[in-house]
């Protein structure tokens, strides 16, 4: 028990003397009140201020992040439009180079055409005159030969004509 009596004793001393400085803190904190509302009051105000300026900053920089999206786009979308434009452009110079071609193509095969067209009528036409020397009746098929000789030429007139 005598070892004990030291520790209670010194646990005293310090129980104590914890209570008598919590009682005078307690007793200064009732005259200071009005420093603690002060203090906090101008804590508030500061940050009030400093949170009104961050929130002012923060707004000029989303106004001008927003503003230079804007012309980023707007410059994007002038791109684009040049862009398209362009290749509206070629795309239609492309177009009319192989309708140029394709009808240059249709010329020569129209004129192969009338090239054996004409070799056929003047093989028709040797028939005939060679039947018509055998004293035989040609009047039907001379017409037809006449009447294709016309559509032949008409043909060629009106593929010419399309052609200019």
Do not use: C, H
């Amino acid at each position: 028990m005598k070892k004990y009596i030291g520790f209670i004793i010194l646990a005293s001393f310090v129980f104590s003397f914890s209570l008598v400085l919590a009682q005078e803190n307690s007793n200064t904190s009732n005259t200071t009140p009005t420093l603690n509302a002060t203090l906090r009051n101008t804590l508030r105000a500061e940050i009030s201020t400093t949170r009104e300026a961050f929130k002012a900053q923060m707004l000029s920089e989303r106004e001008s992040y927003v503003a230079d999206l804007k012309a980023k786009r707007e410059a994007f979308a002038a791109e684009v439009k040049a862009k398209k434009e362009e290749f509206r452009q070629t795309n239609n110079e492309s177009k009319n180079e192989f309708r140029d071609r394709a009808s240059a193509i249709m010329e020569k095969r129209f004129q192969a055409a009338f090239i054996n067209l004409e070799r056929a009528q003047t093989k028709i036409e040797e028939l005939i005159t060679k039947i018509n020397a055998e004293g035989k009746d040609t009047t039907s098929a001379t017409e037809s030969l006449n009447s294709s000789k016309d559509n032949l030429t008409n043909a060629k007139n009106k593929s010419w004509s399309k052609r200019s």
